[in-house]
């Protein structure tokens, strides 16, 4: 990364609560992944709802990414505006807003996502009225039971049928999301929801093949899913997101250490009574939402503090209790003024709760970097 | 409420994900609460964080509110920009951010709330910086036991004391939240909470005030306390916010009928798959946040659905189970395309989800209102 400050503006004086992301953990965890993704043969067209950040989706790219993944049509026009070209937006498609997604499909590749007949119906419409044929994936539900047509019903051919013979569509291939990984407690389980994934959508490809239709894409991916998966034969890309940042909850599933987390919230101490033995600090669910974590996490919280955030350590019992719009309640009294980093359980939606992210290195903010949380 | 548009927009065109709000019964609730205060005898400060619309302070102020509550330093800015005079901070004061309250309080009566001597130690040496005297408030601990000194305690005598006495501070009174009202199941019980709260507050305002110390101001309040309320002899004015909107958790503490509720979230049914029975919406974490409501609540959920908007009837059944980033799982399957506008379980935290919200009558949008979400 490059900032764009010669030198840095000490964390101190930095006013809070304030985002921070560590450049070199980033960077690190950034790499980590593509040569993950090389190694195992697959192309990395990263998720970027967990950073909505231009500067680390160009860094992703120069790394070696293959397109990006957006999970809102204003994300796309975002990204699309700061000069990326080839978007898959992995959410199944909004009939409404299709118009729209056609609009920008003029000027980039905008692979959308079809789960329905309902959903290819008002693709072809769009795609018509456009004059342009629209590009699109099949989603297929690869265990999570969230959206995606199953992968063994006469539903799924039919679609994929349907998709592949449509004037209007570009037919891509396959796409699923792997979000029960997110349930796994170990690495090992992971990796069993990875191999389900590659198997069920390898399966799906090759029987499509074998009907004649052409499957250039198959799509996987989540972090927990690509931090263990073994092998990919079968899958040409993955689309993780929340990588390039972790937090509590992928520590938990084992994705990655404490020490790897590059995202922080850095907050104050704002109140500290002896009568509760409690301390309060000026973080509450707008600047870490109020995602409770894995509920069999080791210390259930809803924010972890770092004891040592340079050398990665956590405070081992503090931690916070509850979070109100903006009181974070810490387990244990404070001295008042004391500034924390505190570790999110869920970074995406830390980062929807900022405007921007400070870039730091070293204890100093060398560069700020918007977030493009706009609807 | 005076609309900016002669004519409204249809909902059937608004794009998806949007936030809603009822006139009609927006206008109820703010009225119903000021003649509240009104009949209590206590002037009305509604907190802005539930909403963060100006247009709505405004109608607030104009029905009879004496100044504003805000959350943040960014609120207050806010508010102060778009001409509110009088505003209270109801949070602990941050040592960091006291030089620029006191910028503030150059233009505006600006109250500051301290807890501790550090808090007051930070509030003297910004005010002696800024050559001016700060408002300030002490914060009392009513039975929440999340910040507010314990009313039975020294600290809180030598802490008010200390607020009367220094030459920097313009001591106001005493300001406590009930929040642990919203742990009550029923009017009975928060109508407790506000009994509990009241003769606290009353019995310390009392204390100091023999104690030579002047105590103007009496501040109490949660929505679902000010709800139940059923007198409030010595306390002299009251903080809600969330009754300007309500949401499911106020319904089942019993605040307001869900025909009350003002605030929805438009989503559109994207999904629906035979093989799980399920269906997806476009309203996630990001629309709706991830506030799980009262375990209690008769019908646990991450948001409830509406069957008939404008006679504020709920669908019995259907609900959202799960959310995603930007994924809401329904209970059941619905049809593609479907447009459904759901009940969210926290308004405050579902605000802060949206750049703006719709002024909505007649099932028309009639203007649309920023919503300063700024950090």
Redesign the interface.
């Known amino acids: 990364m490059s900032p764009e400050r010669e030198s840095g503006t000490s964390l101190d004086?930095l006013?809070?609560?304030s985002l921070l992301v560590d450049l070199d953990r980033l960077e690190a965890n950034l790499c980590r992944m593509q040569q993950r993704c090389d190694r195992l043969g697959v192309a990395l067209r990263p998720h970027v709802?967990t950073h909505k950040c231009v500067e680390i989706a160009r860094r992703q790219v120069e790394l070696g990414a293959r397109g990006i993944t957006v999970?809102?049509l204003a994300e796309a026009r975002t990204f699309a505006d700061a000069g990326f070209t080839d978007l898959t937006w992995a959410?199944?498609?909004?009939?409404?807003?299709l118009p729209?997604a056609a609009e920008l499909a003029r000027r980039v590749t905008l692979r959308l996502t079809v789960?329905?007949p309902?959903?290819l119906a008002?693709l072809e419409a769009a795609a018509r009225a456009a004059g342009l044929r629209l590009h699109a994936l099949l989603?297929v539900?690869c265990g999570d039971?969230?959206?995606?047509?199953?992968p063994h019903?006469e539903?799924a051919l039919e679609l994929a049928r349907a998709l592949a013979g449509s004037p209007h569509v570009a037919f891509d291939g396959l796409l699923t999301h792997s979000?029960h990984a997110y349930r796994s407690r170990s690495r090992a389980e992971a990796a069993a929801v990875a191999e389900e994934e590659r198997s069920v959508m390898a399966a799906l490809a090759d029987r499509l093949r074998h009907d004649g239709i052409e499957v250039a894409t198959v799509s996987v991916g989540s972090t927990p899913a690509m931090c263990a998966a073994e092998g990919l034969s079968g899958v040409t890309e993955a689309r993780p997101g929340n990588y390039a940042y972790f937090d509590a909850t992928q520590v938990t599933i084992g994705s990655c250490q404490v020490a790897d987390c590059a995202l922080t919230v850095l907050a104050?101490v704002?109140?500290?009574?002896?009568?509760?033995g409690?301390a309060?600090v000026?973080a509450g669910?707008?600047?870490l939402?109020?995602?409770?974590g894995p509920e069999d996490a080791e210390l259930p919280s809803m924010g972890r503090i770092f004891r040592d955030p340079e050398a990665g350590v956590l405070e081992p019992d503090l931690r916070l209790t509850?979070l109100?719009?903006?009181?974070g309640?810490l387990s244990a009294p404070r001295?008042?003024?004391e500034r924390l980093r505190i570790l999110p359980n869920?970074s995406?939606?830390a980062v929807?709760?900022?405007?921007c992210v400070q870039a730091v290195r070293g204890g100093e903010v060398i560069d700020t970097w918007t977030v493009h949380r706009?609807?």
Chains 1, 2 share one sequence.
């Open positions: 004086v006013p809070t609560p709802k999970s809102t959410f199944p498609v909004i009939p409404s807003r729209e789960d329905t309902e959903g008002g989603e539900d039971h969230r959206s995606g047509v199953d019903s539903r979000g104050t704002v109140s500290s009574q002896p009568a509760t409690r309060v000026d669910a707008l600047s939402s109020k995602d409770a509850a109100s719009q903006e009181h309640e001295p008042v003024g869920h995406c939606l929807a709760c900022f405007d706009d609807r």
